[in-house]
């Protein structure tokens, strides 16, 4: 089976067997869905390690993984690659390419129904996802795309209407 390379391991974390994951590709949402760590260091995986549980740890993925307890025990894993079966990678790459078309162009209006600008794109950060907005001035702004921002998203007249928290626009 072939796989991508879409993260690496950094190090481990704390004493009790956590390691800390970097991955510009996935989401948080995404990788607390996998349930196998494939991991190696070339461009295949050598081994496959059961996830016990995710969180998320400044901008790094924290892994638990199942009969892994001690720091010693996940040295020995050392600074890896971290690896998707092509089929899973192209699944996750149709979902991200299908949301970014969704709302690339949509108009962005606070609760007062001022306009703030055009989306022009929505990426992926390990703790969520982030719409940039361009400002009529030209300037773009960072909303994080999650419900305390996003109030409504209407689909048939591309509008999304967000709550708009004091001190976000104060810096643009």
């Known amino acids: 089976m072939p796989f991508k390379i879409v993260g690496k391991i950094i190090k481990p974390y704390g004493l009790k067997g956590n390691l800390l994951v970097k991955s510009e590709y996935l989401t948080f949402d995404e990788f607390s869905s996998l349930k196998n760590l494939f991991i190696g260091d070339n461009d295949k995986p050598d081994n496959v390690f059961k996830i016990e549980s995710v969180s998320v740890h400044n901008s790094f993925f924290n892994v638990k993984l199942q009969d892994f307890n001690s ?102």
């Open 71 to 172: 720091i010693d025990e996940i040295k020995k894993i050392g600074k890896t690659n971290i690896f998707l079966s092509d089929e899973e990678f192209e699944k996750i790459s149709r979902k991200k390419d299908k949301k970014v078309e969704n709302f690339i162009g949509f108009e962005v209006f606070d609760n007062n129904r001022n306009r703030i600008g055009e989306v022009i794109s929505l990426d992926d950060y390990p703790a969520q996802q982030i719409l940039t907005v361009v400002k009529e001035d030209n300037k773009e702004i960072m909303i994080p795309f999650v419900k305390n921002f996003i109030n409504q998203i209407d689909g048939e007249k591309k509008i999304i209407t967000i709550n708009l928290l004091e001190g976000l626009l104060d810096d643009y």
